[in-house]
């Protein structure tokens, strides 16, 4: 499979993006890449990265939601290729409204499955399409961050930029990689 991706200075830092030409299949953080490629190739299978100049005009779609248009990329198609479970929790999380946040309970519940909060988040750390896919919407019980792949201080970065209420307990968070499977 072939993906063409492009990179794009942003207020959070350098975003890494990957599509199929029709669909948005990854996009990720500076530092990550190796993230991005494991989750991509978890996903897809063999994959090859072909530099190209803003595939699917991504740039401008998350220029005006770093601008404070949050519902511009309700549009942008994805095609992430998970199981059956996982498609349901990431086709949940792009019901949630920029502002809004769910427990990873209500998630569970929203898909059906409400004895499985920590398969949702085991989903979420898997999700190949930060952002777009907004796995940064759910928190954990009483409303505390939880967990983030690009770090608790860019979930709270971007829950600040959508308006979302919620413990911001990122303070003395640092931004770690995630370390790569073995």
């Known amino acids: 499979m072939l993906l063409h991706y492009d990179e794009l200075n942003s ?7 990957a599509s199929d030409g029709e669909r948005l299949c990854a996009l990720d953080y500076e530092g990550y890449e190796e993230r991005m490629a494991r989750l991509v190739a978890h996903h897809f299978g063999r994959v090859e990265f072909q530099k190209a100049s ?15 248009d949050l519902h511009v990329l309700d549009a ?3 095609r992430t290729h998970g199981s059956a479970f996982q498609e349901a929790v990431w086709r949940a999380l792009r019901t949630i409204p920029p502002g809004e946040t769910r427990s990873y309970g209500k998630v ?10 920590r398969a949702v988040g085991h989903a979420n750390s898997l999700n ?13 019980g009483g409303s505390a961050l939880g967990g983030y792949g690009g770090g608790l201080p860019l979930k709270a970065f971007l829950l600040r930029l959508e308006g979302a209420e919620f413990q911001d307990d990122s303070a003395n968070q640092q931004r ?3 370390l790569a499977f073995s």
């Open 128 to 140: 190949p399409i930060a952002i777009i896919v907004p796995c940064h919407r759910v928190l954990a």
């Open 176 to 178: 770690q990689p995630l």
């Open 11 to 17: 207020p959070v830092g350098r975003i890494l993006f």
């Open 76 to 78: 942008v198609p994805v």
């Open 54 to 68: 803003d595939p699917m005009g991504l740039k401008c779609v998350l220029e005006k939601y770093f601008a404070g």
């Open 108 to 117: 569970a519940a929203r898909i059906h499955h409400p004895d499985a909060p």
